[in-house]
Antibody
């Protein structure tokens, strides 16, 4: 059974850096073809893809956010970490990680973690 | 503003069929057969319902079906049930990234 769980701070201040960790089980990110993506959803709004890391450590970022994002993995710990710099209140959202299927479909998703940006 | 366009809401009565459209461009929906559909109930994570335009993952009811014509993909739900009431999002692969639609709220009357 594949599961993913996001963890990180619930509240960050403007200008701070957000670090989120996705801990997963049921698959290995060292297996050819595997990948993990981060997706976020502001309250009441649509989903937005943020970043992806592949089994071979290739990394892909949203064009609009790539200057602020870094994605990395620790295969031995079954974890993927996303950092987002210079947080702003508009970044308030539920952040999800999800396993990628051939880099074009997400299944399954983690439960999500709500991050609020406020002073 | 989302890259893919979906109607904000659709509704139907139990037993009826509804279709949700997802319109993109030749750079995303029209350029790849990599459209997915997700169902999201309030307060829950999205769930994959359709992938690669028309494929259903194991465990998803065959009442859900997907198709595509040109730059527009569609999700059809037949035999509507109360439990289908949720938000639905389409997504498309596009040049090493993923675009999502704005989401459609399905109301079962």
């Amino acid at each position: 059974q594949v599961t993913l769980r996001e963890s990180g701070p619930a509240l960050v201040k403007p200008t701070q850096t957000l670090t989120l960790t996705c801990t997963f089980s049921g698959f290995s990110l060292s297996t050819s073809g595997m990948c993990v993506s981060w997706i976020r959803q502001p309250p009441g709004k649509a989903l937005e893809w943020l970043a992806r890391i592949d089994w071979d450590d290739d990394k892909y970022y949203s064009t609009s956010l790539k200057t602020r994002l870094t994605i990395s993995k620790d295969t031995s710990k079954n974890q993927v970490v996303l950092t987002m710099t210079n947080m702003d209140p508009v970044d308030t959202a539920t952040y999800y990680c999800a396993r990628g299927i051939a880099a074009r479909t997400f299944d399954p998703w983690g439960q999500g973690t709500l991050v609020t940006v406020s002073s | 503003q989302s890259a893919l366009t979906q109607p904000a809401s659709v509704s139907g009565s139990p037993g009826q069929s509804i279709t949700i459209s997802c319109t993109g461009t030749s750079s995303d929906v029209g350029g790849y057969n990599y459209v997915s559909w997700y169902q999201q109930h309030p307060g829950k994570a999205p769930k994959l319902m359709i992938y690669d335009v028309s494929n259903r993952p194991s465990g998803v009811s065959n009442r859900f079906s997907g198709s595509k014509s040109g730059n527009t993909a569609s999700l059809t739900i037949s035999g509507l049930q109360a439990e289908d009431e949720a938000d639905y999002y389409c997504s498309s692969y596009t040049s090493s990234s993923i675009s999502f639609g704005g989401g459609t709220k399905l109301t079962v009357l």
